[in-house]
Structure formats: structure tokens, C-alpha cells
């Protein structure tokens, strides 16, 4: 079987594409309002939120489009490290958000110390963060963080893009104080892509109701009017509903405990495996992924040459991104990726290493 260590879509199990085959059913009608609300529950769970969780049909990047629509009349804060926190900026000047930058060289971390500087300095409606960057293997310490924005600035509403971490380490969404927290189907839920989900506080609701021209598409009024239905406004994603219906089944009979602690085991072994062989991570051991390791190529390995050799045993890595490329290369480690599909990834690696 093939074995794909990539950033997102990422594998997806024979038992979960089985239940993705089902019959389609009207999507107003109450088979699927039954669905839709045993997954809706499911994924507050998965938030660790007694907030609404919304199940719209589009990728992450369409939640991030709507914490900018519904939750900023104005002045926005971006903390960007990464790809991916640069696109939450793009997404915002898009919108006609006036955007600050918080900017830290990529590979780096935001601090409490910087955010609480520029909370002091200016007063902003929302502060956007990435847990955990795609582009860099970088975790930003979203507890402290946020901490530092209920301190300094209480009525900051604090939105958080977890697409490559939610369900594959532990994020307290309602501990924390987080108000939109946004994540795809594609990364460690392991399902394809077309999905996103979106944890959404009370006071993130009402500060929507005071922001005009949301949009349609992503206005989470009217997707709260048909969340209290069990439904979407739009037509919903219904194969991959089925799929995460059977995924929160296997989810939690893994047990969310033992899914985050494989996942920190599975990044740590490939770090330290790496390491060994003189490829550092890009970031900072306190500040390393638990789900994609970006890895510094100090070896000046042939990135194209490798995954032609990886492909030949069925398995695949992801080169760099954006001006990273050639420099790094990452291996994700989330879904339903197992140690032992690491082990003999790095066995391959290390024979690649000897003929290359």
C-alpha cells in the first residue's frame, strides 16, 4: 500500500472511503439532519468545546475568508510566520481589513513578550494566529499567546487556524479562551479534502452581528440559523459527512489521549531520526510540529531525486514551500499514519542516503 508523508490530502483508510460509498440521501430530510448533528457533536469533542462547531463545504482557507468577513469591521493583528499566516493576511487586505503584520523570520515563533507589545501599542477587534504552520513545522504556543490577549486586551477576539494540527494534537479551544478556531478535513482527520470545521464562541456570534457586508457563502448567522436545524444553508459535502461519521467512530475508539501522544511520538522520532543524520529542523525543539517536521536539507539532498526513489516503494514527502523550497523538506506524520509507516520510511531514507 502506498504511503503518503505530505502536508495534506493525506491517506485516507479502506474503512472510512467504505462508508463514503453510501447511497447519497436529501440533504433536507432527517436522515441527514441526524447525520449532520451526530457529527457536529462529535466534533466538539474533538475542539474540546461546548461551543457550536460548523461543518460548511469548503477547504480552510474559506473559514479563514470568514473569520475576516464576520468577526473584523476594521482593525485586524495577523501574527505571520509562515505560508500560511501570510495568506490569513492577504485574506484580510482582500476583505478591506486594515491588516497589521506581527512578522517573525520563518522557522520562528511568535512570543507573549512581542504580542503583548503590540497589543499595548494599538487596539484591534480580532488577533490571528496559526498554531501550527504548514510552511515551516513551527507550533506557535496558541495557550500563552492567548493569554497574553485576555490580559492585555479582554474584548480581542482570538481566531486560530489549526488546519494542520486539530485531531492530531490537543488543542483547548474553550480552556484557552479561543474564539474561532478553524480547521480542514484534509490533514490529521484524515478524510479528503472539500471540508472545513470552525469552533465558534458566544462572543464571537454576537460581534459578527454588529460587522455588515459578511458575504453569503461563509456569514456564520445564516449558517447558525441552519446549524439550529441540524443543516447548511448550502448544499453540504455529504460523502465526506458519511466519512466523518465513520472517522469520529474510529477517532475515538483510538481514544483523542492516544491520538495526540502517537502523533507527538511519530514527529519526535523523525526529528530526532533526522537530526542524527545532521538535518536539523528548521524550528526550535520547544517549538517543533507535532504533525509535519520541516526539515533544513544541509545535505543539499536532490529533493525530485529522492521522491522518484521513495516512489518506487510506494511513498512520498513533500519538498519545501514557497522561497523554503530545495532549502527544507517536510514529512508529515498525522492522520491515520502508524510508527511503523515512519520506520519504513526511514528505512528508505537511509537506503536512499547510501546510493544517492
Known amino acids: ?36 448533528r ?55 487586505v482582500a476583505n478591506g481589513k486594515s491588516v497589521d503584520r506581527l512578522d517573525v523570520p520563518w522557522g520562528e515563533a511568535h512570543t507573549p513578550e512581542m504580542l503583548r507589545a ?18 515551516t513545522g513551527v507550533e506557535n504556543p496558541v495557550k500563552e499567546l492567548a493569554a497574553v490577549v485576555h490580559e492585555i486586551s479582554p474584548d480581542t477576539l482570538i481566531m486560530v487556524d489549526a488546519v494542520s494540527s486539530l485531531g492530531g494534537v490537543k488543542i483547548e479551544t474553550d480552556a484557552w479562551g479561543l474564539d474561532f478556531v478553524l480547521t480542514s478535513s484534509q490533514k490529521c482527520l484524515a478524510l479528503p479534502p472539500g471540508m472545513s470545521f470552525a469552533a465558534v464562541s458566544e462572543r464571537a456570534m454576537a460581534k459578527a452581528e454588529t460587522v455588515p457586508n459578511r458575504g453569503w ?58 537530526l ?40 512520498r514527502i513533500a519538498n519545501g514551500y514557497g522561497d523554503l523550497k530545495n532549502k527544507t523538506f517536510r514529512i508529515a506524520t498525522m492522520g491515520d499514519t502508524t510508527m511503523d509507516d515512519v520506520n519504513q520510511l526511514l528505512d528508505a531514507f537511509e537506503e536512499y542516503l547510501k546510493i544517492a
Not at 536539523?280 to 521522491?307: F, H, M, W
Open 1 to 36: 500500500m502506498s504511503h503518503m508523508f505530505i502536508p495534506g490530502p493525506v491517506d485516507v483508510s479502506e474503512e472510512v472511503m467504505q462508508a463514503m460509498t453510501q447511497p447519497m440521501i436529501p440533504h433536507r430530510s432527517k436522515e441527514f439532519d441526524e447525520l449532520f
Open 38 to 92: 451526530r457529527t457536529a457533536e462529535g466534533m466538539q469533542k474533538v475542539f474540546l468545546t461546548q461551543n457550536r462547531v460548523f461543518q460548511p463545504p469548503a477547504s480552510g482557507s474559506g473559514m479563514q475568508e470568514a473569520a475576516m468577513r464576520n468577526l473584523v469591521a476594521q482593525d485586524v493583528l495577523v501574527l505571520v510566520n509562515g505560508a500560511f499566516a501570510d495568506r490569513w493576511y492577504k485574506v484580510g
Open 118 to 135: 503590540a497589543l499595548k501599542a494599538k487596539h484591534y477587534e480580532a488577533v490571528a494566529i496559526v498554531h501550527n504552520e504548514t510552511s
Open 217 to 274: 457563502y461563509f456569514d456564520l448567522l445564516l449558517l447558525e440559523k441552519h446549524r439550529i436545524k441540524d443543516s447548511t444553508p448550502m448544499t453540504p459535502t455529504m460523502q465526506i459527512i458519511y466519512g466523518l461519521d465513520k472517522q469520529l467512530e474510529r477517532i475515538f475508539a483510538e481514544g483523542l489521549e492516544n491520538r495526540w501522544a502517537r502523533h507527538t511520538a511519530m514527529a519526535q522520532r523523525v526529528q530526532s531520526w533526522m
Open 276 to 315: 542524527a543524520h545532521d538535518m536539523p529542523a528548521l524550528a526550535k525543539s520547544e517549538y517543533c510540529s507535532k504533525t509535519v517536521s520541516t526539515i533544513q536539507n544541509t545535505r543539499e539532498i536532490d529533493i525530485s531525486g529522492l521522491n522518484k526513489f521513495l516512489l518506487t516503494k510506494g511513498m
